[in-house]
Structure formats: structure tokens, C-alpha cells
């Protein structure tokens, strides 16, 4: 009867708690600071050396971006038809906003195509 006793009171006092929630030995999100994808590969760092993206508007100094050059903006819009994020192209975040508009406005008088080709 001591036994069940004993048994009873360890199982309600003191639970180990999961490894997920707060407190626990692993981390809640991601891996540790060991990256995206677990821990880090055998044999260093990164295998190939990323440049930073810097906006072809600010080093060309272009100032306005014409809706009827759809030979440049098309450079910005995916096969898909999608115009292409900042992230992905490196362009500031004011020639962006130009971008995406001029792109609009080409795409409302038919110089470039709303959508991608049908596949």
C-alpha cells in the first residue's frame, strides 16, 4: 500500500516536461542558430560566396522609369507574369514602388502580358 502510495504521488508531482514547450531542453523555433536544415555540414562554411544585390536603378542613376521601355521591365516580371520580389532582384524599395506601377501601367495598354503562357 506504501508502494501505490509512493507511485501515485511521483507520477503527479514532479513530470518531466516535453522537450518542445517552454523550459525544455530543445529551442521552439528553428535549429539553434545552426542555420535552415539541422546542424551544419561537414567541411566548413558556404560552398559558393553570394554578392551583395545593390539596385541597377541607383548605379545606372535612372531616375524615372518609363512604362514604354518593356524591354527593361520585362527583366523584372517572372515567366509566371508575377513581377519579381525586391529580395530576389535587389532593387530599393522607392524604384520598386516605381517599378511595380510603370509594369501596371504597361501591362494596361498591352505592352506586356498580365500572365504567363499557358502551359
Known amino acids: 500500500m506504501a ?4 507511485a501515485a504521488e511521483h507520477s503527479t508531482s ?3 516536461r516535453s522537450s518542445g514547450g517552454p523550459g525544455g531542453d530543445r529551442p521552439r523555433f528553428g535549429g539553434g542558430g545552426r ?11 558556404r560552398k559558393f560566396f553570394r554578392r551583395k544585390k545593390v539596385c541597377k536603378f541607383c548605379v545606372e542613376k535612372i531616375e524615372d522609369i ?18 519579381v520580389p ?27 502580358p498580365f500572365a504567363g503562357r499557358a502551359s
Open 14 to 16: 514532479e513530470r518531466p
Open 3 to 6: 508502494e501505490e502510495a509512493k
Open 66 to 83: 518609363n512604362y514604354k521601355d518593356y524591354r527593361m521591365l520585362g527583366q523584372f516580371v517572372a515567366e509566371s507574369g508575377k513581377i
Open 35 to 45: 542555420g535552415p536544415g539541422g546542424p551544419p555540414r561537414e567541411g566548413g562554411g
Open 86 to 112: 525586391r529580395r530576389l532582384t535587389g532593387v530599393c524599395a522607392p524604384h520598386q514602388h516605381r517599378l511595380s506601377s510603370a509594369i501596371k501601367q504597361a501591362r494596361n495598354i498591352a505592352l506586356l
